[in-house]
């Protein structure tokens, strides 16, 4: 188990894998997952589920990840050594907001979970790591963010009004 914050007030989120995967779980995420929980809260309202850990699968399961409310499932393959993968966390947790708080009613309307989580990601992403502002090029890339969509609209009206 590896605890991903320094403060014991703030160890909402902690790691949990097997033993020989805790020191690159360690290096992986110590102190990252608190900041895009702040930053997601600061985005997109508070983290209503209290607790946000993450389960490292074996080998064997088949996703990237798996977000449900207070712990996400993730692949062992995101262990990759410097945090290029770091963007799948940020997903999951993104989720948190759109997919498990507000979520579809049909499964036809199933686009909406993951369309809104791309947006929170990547605004999640944008804030962390590229604070002066600028997004990056691939931020803009999303459909959701042409700004002509109805329901781009109806997401960037509520996130101007939120903030
Ligand atoms: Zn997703």
Same mark, same amino acid.
């Given at each position: 188990?590896?605890?991903?914050?320094?403060? *014991?007030?703030?160890?909402?989120?902690?790691?949990?894998?097997?033993?020989?995967?805790?020191?690159? *779980?360690?290096?992986?995420? =110590?102190?990252?997952?608190?900041?895009?929980? *702040?930053?997601?809260?600061?985005?997109?309202?508070?983290?209503?589920?209290?607790?946000?850990?993450?389960?490292?699968?074996?080998?064997?399961?088949?996703?990237?990840?798996?977000?449900?409310?207070?712990?996400?499932?993730?692949?062992?393959?995101?262990?990759?050594? =410097?945090?290029?993968?770091? =963007?799948?966390?940020?997903?999951?947790?993104?989720?948190?907001?759109?997919?498990?708080?507000?979520?579809?009613?049909?499964?036809?309307?199933?686009?909406?979970?993951?369309?809104?989580?791309?947006?929170?990601?990547?605004?999640?992403?944008?804030?962390?790591? +590229?604070?002066?502002?600028?997004?990056?090029?691939?931020?803009?890339?999303?459909?959701? =963010?042409?700004?002509?969509?109805?329901?781009?609209?109806?997401?960037?009206?509520?996130? +101007? +009004?939120?903030?």
């Amino acid at each position: 188990m590896v605890k991903t914050s320094s403060s *014991a007030r703030l160890a909402r989120s902690r790691v949990w894998a097997e033993p020989c995967l805790i020191e690159a *779980a360690k290096k992986e995420y =110590d102190g990252v997952i608190e900041e895009f929980l *702040a930053v997601g809260e600061k985005l997109f309202g508070p983290y209503v589920w209290g607790r946000y850990d993450i389960l490292f699968m074996p080998p064997s399961f088949p996703f990237g990840g798996m977000e449900n409310p207070c712990l996400t499932f993730v692949t062992p393959c995101l262990l990759a050594g =410097d945090r290029s993968l770091v =963007d799948v966390i940020i997903h999951e947790i993104s989720h948190s907001w759109f997919g498990n708080l507000v979520t579809n009613a049909s499964w036809g309307e199933f686009w909406l979970n993951e369309g809104f989580t791309m947006y929170a990601q990547r605004r999640i992403s944008t804030e962390v790591y +590229a604070p002066w502002g600028e997004p990056t090029p691939e931020v803009w890339s999303s459909p959701l =963010d042409t700004q002509s969509h109805p329901a781009a609209q109806a997401l960037l009206a509520l996130f +101007a +009004a939120s903030s």
